[in-house]
């Protein structure tokens, strides 16, 4: 008989804690602990069912997923927090098994588990094999463009935009983190190997869910002579054989059926494409995927999967 694992998911109310909650709706494979509505608060409640589980999701804001993982005193306990709390800590596995057979011995056999961000996610994709190829050098000046349906910004936000009579300011996109202080800055630095965080554009636009990631490299200013199709080639090679990430052929005739790469083609699914197009002079990289999937609830799953030892396309579109 299969085994049952026991999961908890602290924060189920939110958007990320709810997508899981969903994904295991058809799984036999999985126990999930329900908190009672007027304790979902309660500290002792949930250190209960936190030791009780074989798996806890952390669906929080920062402070209170470090609070929650601070309950843990039970070493059976995985934890898979998908805050920004943990994701620079080296104690904790960063949750993107395809950059590296390390990253995913790390996720296969580490009780902390800390999921990418979305939009770090989008770079980290791109940044990651740059650096770590030779192409790209690690104080390269990286500028990074970004759009987003609104589902990323919150429950809030996510009223705001379906509300009548809302704000003619939100049936365009907008423009924010003007301060270069965005919250995902600090990983996208650390995992990709830069030296120094990039500069960092991200737009919130009105459709509910999916996101383009997009990196331009001026090619006088990389560690080696490279084309388009050297790049193109080195990130083939990077993701071959990969479940949820796949790259698109070199841009030309026939790759889109129109000269667009829009953002939300790839919803609900945990499926991440990656464009390389431009011309050898100036080489633009884009990611594109799901800010709910791959960004966020998918890959939570995916390090679920790979931390219980099985195939890690399991629930997963």
């Not at 993982?69 to 080296?90: G, K, Q, Y």
């Not at 990289?285 to 995916?302: E, H, I, M």
Request: include cysteine; proline fraction near 5%.
């Amino acid at each position: 008989m299969a085994k049952t694992f026991k999961v908890f998911i602290d924060g189920k109310e939110g958007t990320t804690g709810l997508k899981i909650y969903e994904r295991f709706a058809k799984r036999s494979d999985i126990e999930i602990f329900q908190i009672d509505e007027d304790k979902r608060k309660n500290p002792e409640e949930k250190k209960k069912l936190i030791d009780a589980s074989d798996f806890t999701f952390l669906c929080l804001p920062d402070a209170a997923a470090i609070e929650s993982a601070a309950l843990c005193t039970n070493s059976h306990t995985t934890i898979i927090d998908a805050s920004t709390a943990h994701r620079t800590n080296p104690e904790w596995a960063y949750g993107f098994p395809e950059l590296s057979a390390d990253f995913r011995k790390k996720i296969e056999t580490s009780k902390r588990i800390a999921v990418p961000g979305c939009y770090a996610s989008g770079f980290i994709a791109l940044g990651y094999p740059l650096v770590h190829s030779g192409i790209m050098p690690a104080d390269y000046p990286v500028v990074i463009h970004a759009v987003s349906g609104y589902s990323g910004a919150g429950k809030k936000a996510i009223a705001q935009y379906e509300a009548e009579g809302r704000n003619p300011e939100l049936d365009s996109p907008r423009l924010y983190a003007l301060t270069q202080a965005h919250k995902h800055l600090p990983e996208m630095k650390i995992i990709a190997g830069l030296e120094y965080e990039p500069i960092f554009n991200p737009y919130v636009c009105d459709y509910f869910q999916g996101m383009t990631v997009t990196v331009g490299l001026h090619s006088r200013l990389l560690s080696k002579k490279c084309t388009m199709k050297d790049v193109h080639e080195m990130i083939c090679a990077h993701y071959e054989g990969s479940n949820f990430v796949r790259v698109a052929p070199l841009m030309g005739e026939g790759v889109l059926g129109e000269p667009f790469i829009p953002a939300n083609t790839l919803a609900n699914t945990n499926m991440m494409e990656i464009f390389v197009y431009g011309n050898d002079d100036r080489i633009m990289l884009t990611s594109r995927f799901d800010n709910l999937g791959k960004g966020a609830s998918g890959a939570a799953v995916q390090c679920l999967n790979i931390a219980m030892g099985i195939d890690e396309t399991v629930s997963l579109v």
